[in-house]
């Protein structure tokens, strides 16, 4: 009898693993999301769903995830997409809504930032929860800024840039100026210059989709980056992406670093940042034409259709995208490493607002950025640091490129620009754009 039992618990036990979900999570090597799939074990207890992690750099994570959704391939349960695809992807069929959580009175869809839940919305419903959001803005150090004999404004034009980044260069010390993506890619080196590009009246494409590279704002904006690089900024700085311009200004080796606001938490964090104390914020650089260089962006995440596992999928999500889960993370490692730029609520908090010496800026950035007004003259596209059409990712990326080898020194900007303008013609007229 003792022996049926026992034979009988087993099978049961047995029945239960084989039965066990299981999610499929693709995610960026980011620090936040290392950090949920760190706290992610919580999830697993309290639903007994299993998850499976593939954690990408950005641009292997893009090329991965838009080969599957747009095959059906049916690889991942969750996927981190940005706000450039949610709408885009959400259009075409390929994620499900996040119906369950939008009609969650405990979720509170509406306590999300209403520019970054615009983004990931199409026809109002939403398609994507924004597990991070932000703009982007200036980080410096301001004990270089003060060897310098300057003292930076709260909102800097692009020529006081290049003054303090070349005054605050030693090479003997092996001190940058200043740290900018230049890692080829849509989202990488062309989110900084596309944001970039705006402040200098720059466009991709004028009112009848004519690509703009032959412009003389597009050469200002590539000029000036190139000098301000080779002046100021890192050697093999090509190469250098988010993670990498983050790891060089821990290091104290920037004296100013443009990117994204949720690197914040990481500079001013003392456990890695070796000048966490002298860390100070100012917005993104403007020339004067009424446009700084700011950007906007969510890193959310998504259920491709083509999931067998989407309710499971959709806690998942609502587990890393609530209020709870900010509050998991400021029980263990404080209210400045919370994920920011996705919450009114966060931005209220009392708490938040005294540990994090940098979400007024960054919540004043988030709010500046209209995606429907992104540079000064007209434009026949939504979207800052991105154009929003499906052409735009291949594009992007193949312009990132270009502009990444002129500042490798493999081609002149002038060169760079020319061969920009003839691929973005040349693929807009076969996408039937121009005709």
């Known amino acids: 009898m003792k022996l049926l039992t026992l034979v009988g618990a087993l099978t049961l036990a047995l029945a239960a693993s084989a039965s066990a979900q299981t999610l499929t999570i693709a995610t960026v090597n980011n620090g936040d999301m290392v950090r949920m799939q760190g706290l992610s074990s919580a999830f697993t207890e309290e639903t007994g769903i299993e998850l499976n992690w593939v954690v990408l750099e950005e641009n292997t994570l893009r090329q991965n995830v838009t080969t599957d959704i747009a095959t059906n391939g049916g690889q991942y349960d969750v996927m981190t997409i940005g706000t450039y695809e949610a709408p ?61 004999g300057l003292t930076m404004p709260e909102a800097p034009t692009w020529e006081f840039i290049g003054e303090a980044a070349r005054a605050m260069t030693d090479r003997t010390a092996d001190i940058n100026g200043i740290c900018l993506r230049g890692k080829a890619g849509w989202g990488e ?63 104290g080796k920037c004296g100013m670093w443009i990117d994204a606001t949720v690197a914040a938490s990481f500079v001013t964090n003392p456990t890695d940042s070796t000048v966490a104390d002298q860390v100070g914020f100012a917005l993104a650089p403007d020339n004067g034409l009424g446009k700084r260089g700011n950007w906007l962006w969510a890193w959310s995440l998504a259920i491709p259709a083509s999931s067998q596992n989407a309710e499971a999928a959709e806690k998942f999500i609502d587990w890393a995208t609530n209020k709870d889960y900010l509050a998991t993370v400021a029980a263990a490692e404080g ?3 919370v994920p920011p730029g996705t919450r009114t609520s966060l931005y209220e908090n009392a708490e938040y607002q005294a540990a994090a010496p940098f979400a007024k800026m960054t919540l004043d950035s988030i709010n500046s950025a209209d995606p429907t007004k992104p540079t000064v003259q007209p434009v026949p596209y939504v979207g800052i640091q991105f154009v929003a059409i499906p052409e735009f990712a291949g594009m992007g990326t193949n312009v990132g490129q270009l502009f990444s080898a002129a500042l490798a020194g493999q081609m002149s900007a002038d060169d760079a620009l020319a061969q920009a303008q003839d691929a973005v013609t040349r693929d807009m007229t076969r996408a039937g754009y121009i005709k």
């Open 88 to 148: 885009i992807w959400a259009k075409q069929g390929w994620l499900a809504p996040l119906d369950a959580l939008s009609a969650d009175p405990a979720y509170d869809v509406d306590d999300i930032l209403p520019a970054i839940r615009s983004g990931l919305s199409l026809d109002g419903k939403l398609y994507a929860a924004p597990f991070y959001g932000e703009s982007s803005f200036i980080m410096y150090r301001k004990d270089l800024m003060e060897k310098a």
């Open 189 to 251: 080196n062309m989110a900084f210059l596309t944001a970039m590009s705006n402040s200098f009246g720059a466009r991709w494409f004028d009112e009848k989709w004519t690509p703009q590279f032959n412009t003389p704002e597009w050469k200002s904006t590539l000029d000036t980056y190139l000098s301000l690089m080779t002046d100021a900024g890192p050697a093999g700085a090509s190469s250098n992406g988010f993670n990498e311009n983050l790891t060089l200004f821990q290091q």
């Open 335 to 337: 209210w400045a490493n």
